[in-house]
Nanobody, 125 residues
């Protein structure tokens, strides 16, 4: 069992930056691949980024070059550095944990076992 809690969301002007954190409790954090998803009002939850157990990264095309995912296994934490934020980045951001290591399915919500409650990010124009 893994419990996840996100933090670091807030209101920022377009072009600004935020750093999200996800703190994990429970055992064997390093065994999990970690993902970030987001959900805007009236829209489905969508994939943002993933970091594998070994540190490999995958990004959605919409955030590539602007967002960076990282992890610190010693602190049981995963981070999402978001730069050059756009109004369309506005959403609730969720971190999630998975045991799968298939790159084909990492963008799919169904492979993630544990989810945090989310943190709101608002980028104003």
């Amino acid at each position: 069992q893994v419990q996840l809690v996100e933090s670091g969301g807030g209101l920022v002007q377009a072009g600004g930056s935020l750093r999200l954190s996800c703190a994990a409790s429970g055992r064997h954090f390093s065994a999990y691949g970690m993902g970030w998803f987001r959900q805007a009002p009236g829209k489905e939850r969508e994939f943002v980024a993933h970091i594998t157990r070994d540190g490999g990264t995958v990004y959605a095309d919409s955030v590539k070059g602007r967002f960076t995912i990282s992890r610190d296994n010693a602190k049981n934490a995963v981070y999402l550095q978001m730069n050059s934020l756009k109004p369309e980045d506005t959403a609730v951001y969720y971190c999630a944990a998975t045991l799968t290591d298939s790159y084909v399915s990492l963008s799919t919500t169904g492979v993630y076992l544990y989810w945090g409650p989310g943190t709101q990010v608002t980028a104003s124009s």
